[in-house]
């Protein structure tokens, strides 16, 4: 077919999805909406190739690896995410989307520029970050008072907010004032690594937006899938009380994180029937046969990543929320590979096991402390960022605690 006058290839094939995203960089090359780039900056991660991509993604990798999981994300998502729960008055209605995205738009900034939530910088940051998000799922029209171009204005807002932190940090780190528990991305980059200003500002960006949407929107769609699950949303509750009466009230440890059986099966269930990425861009960068298809250099392809968790061959009765289902599939078997969330290959996203922490240390805490019900009907869909109409309205009860 041909989107945008280029001859593109559209893909529900697992195999073949799975075959362009090993294939990165050999055969197929991201190919980034140039509207996306555009508002994302010309140095964002997300629409890089090559050797620069490398160096970002090098640096992302080790922002997020499992030393700083453990030791530096576990304790500090527990506490935003006990900030954000406290804040819930029983009998209350409120959106749990936008408590989702606050709880991971906090966590982000922490971590990337040690900005904290009640900070004047951090309330204007996230003012313009809604700005700029709207214009991205805006029709991308440069002009006056459009969505796009007021996304535009409120990138440059953002970057001189993040330049600012930026440029204090170096100051810092030259005079030798630099804090040690300001251990955060800006840390990194400004000491470890050779991108100019323009590109760490772009990364910042792009890890934001990266480890914020989604995140939050896995967030949302557990508690959405839950409310209608009260089995699942009970066998949940009973790990997460079991696991405090082993302990005691101190905070989680990464043992008790994996300890976590059924809450896996829960979040793997949830990015399957929530599909929060339903699909990537790729173009063809060298003439490829598959499977007696010819396959010319230049196209574009766009693999449906969500297809195959919608797959009745893949998964019986794919449409049902069922996360026992993920109790009887291994980490080896193909049905595991069949989940492409994260997409695959050397652009497999770098935040996965972060996400999976988010989740799962929210959910603990959720489930102990409130029941909940939609407020008002309403359901996910993609805008093109998952989404719900009404924003996920919901009443809490708050959870009695035996004496
Ligand atoms: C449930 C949550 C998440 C989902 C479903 C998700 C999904 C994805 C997908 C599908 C990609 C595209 C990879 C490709 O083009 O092949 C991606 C890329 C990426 N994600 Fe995530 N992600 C999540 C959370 C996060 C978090 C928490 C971060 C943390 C900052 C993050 C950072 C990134 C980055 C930096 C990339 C670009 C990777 C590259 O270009 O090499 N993601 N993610």
Redesign the pocket.
Known sequence: MSLLGKPTIVSADADFNRYI?QS?GKMFE?SCPTSIAEILGRWS??A?EGEI?REM?SI?VN??GNVKLRNYFLPDIEQQALKILHSWKDGSTFSAHEEGKKF?FNL?VKHLMSMDPGMPETVKLRKEYITFMKGMASIPLNLPYTAYRKALQSRSAILKIMGKRLDERVQKIREGSHELEEDDLLASVSTQSNLTRDQILDLIL??LF???E??S??ISLAIYFLESSPKALQQLREEHVNIVKMKGESGLTWEDYKQMEFTHCVINET?RLGN??KF?HRKVIKDVQYKGYDIPCGWELVPI?SAAHLDPTIYDDPQTYNPWRWQTISTATSKNNNL?????????????E???L??AVFLHHLVQKFNWELAEHDYPVSFPFLGFPKNLPIKVHAIKKLT
């Not at 492409?340 to 935040?351: D, H």
């Open positions: 995203l990165e991201n991660m997300l890089l991509h993604r992302a922002f997020m991971a982000m792009s890890l990266a480890g914020h989604t995140s929107a896995a990015l929060i990425v990537l990543i492409m969330s994260f997409s695959g290959g050397p652009r497999l996203c770098p935040g996965a972060l996400a999976k988010e989740m």
